[in-house]
């Protein structure tokens, strides 16, 4: 582990903000590292609002630690889970924002037949079924849907999370995780 300079953060470097508090102006700097290229960070900071711990998390704030348990010991222990993709935090903070996603996927997710992950249902199905070499024309013999229907839906996939074509989904959603 070795402190670097703004020109040498890199996707691999894993930033370090402290702060009194989770707030605006802290978040404001997590943008401003990430700019530079850093997309994992450990924060030392008390969180108090659900929706900046949410956001903290979409930039990349992947491990969390109140001041009082920043000692050395335990920051090197979430720098290495930070820089292996992992994530820790206090259970009290895990609990909220396990609760803002649940809320988040009841409210506004679910309502549009959406998953936390962004995918319907159906779409999980379809790339799963072109993942096993399915051709259009059996993936609606196999769901009982039109051609077109399947063209639409793998099409909504590929525009909405900006892929190439079907396998360019299919991997990604290997990849993801996702199927």
Known sequence: MAVVSAEEVDSGTVGVIAATALDDATIDLIKDVRALGCRQFVLISSVEQDMTLMHAVELGVCAVAGRAEATATRLVQLLRVAAEGEATMPANVLGRLLKHVSRLQ?????????????????????????????????????????????????????????????????????HEGLI
Do not use: C, W
Request: hydrophobic residues 40%.
């Open 106 to 174: 009841h409210d506004v997710l679910a309502p549009q037949g959406l998953n936390v992950v962004g995918l319907s249902d159906r779409e999980t199905e379809m790339l799963r079924l072109v993942s096993r070499g399915m051709s259009t024309r059996e993936i609606a013999g196999e769901l009982n849907y039109s051609e077109r229907t399947v063209k639409n839906v793998l099409h909504g996939v590929t525009t909405r999370f900006q892929l190439r074509n079907r396998s360019h989904a299919v991997a990604y959603a290997l």
